[in-house]
């Protein structure tokens, strides 16, 4: 079992393909949706979380090649600084997908690693370093 996390853009011929319940139903994969815009008619972008066997995974992304949607994967990883932070909450409402929070307790920032999709815009808008993008 491996767990991947990727881009899906779609354009106006593709964006309305059932690209997600192909995914599950002919390769038997595991699909977290993180973020999804799409226009109609006009394309979109879906990032997704994927788990499943390596072999079913390499071939459902070969199925996606088939079927022109682009795939970027998300090899990247957010590192937080636990030290450098201030918990000034900037980063906060920059996070698409909620992935940062400040615990309304003890005011101490709080990040979801899983829910990240790795964007960069806390790390741009961080004033002291403390977020940074690995790789
Ligand atoms: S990189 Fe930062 S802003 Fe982007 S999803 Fe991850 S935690 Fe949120
Ligand atoms: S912007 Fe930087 S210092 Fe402020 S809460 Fe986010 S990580 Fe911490």
């Not at 059932?18 to 038997?28: A, H, V």
């Not at 990247?76 to 400040?102: D, F, M, R, W, Y």
Request: hydrophobic share 40%; glycine share 6%.
């Amino acid at each position: 079992m491996i767990k991947k996390k990727a881009v899906l853009l779609f354009d106006s011929s593709t964006v309305e393909k059932p690209i997600t319940y192909q995914l599950i139903k002919k390769y038997d994969l595991w699909i977290n949706i993180l973020q999804a815009k799409f226009e109609p008619g006009s394309g979109g972008k879906l990032v997704i979380e994927i788990r499943g066997d390596k072999k079913q995974i390499d071939e459902a992304f070969t199925y996606l090649e088939e079927q022109k949607i682009k795939v970027d994967f998300l090899d990247k990883e957010v590192s937080l600084n636990s030290t450098k932070c201030n918990h000034c909450g900037a980063c906060v409402s920059l996070c698409p997908v909620g992935a940062l929070q400040i615990n309304r307790q003890t005011y101490h920032l709080e990040f979801n690693y899983q829910d990240c999709v790795v964007c960069g815009y806390c790390a741009d808008a961080c004033p002291v370093q403390a977020i940074e993008i690995v790789f």
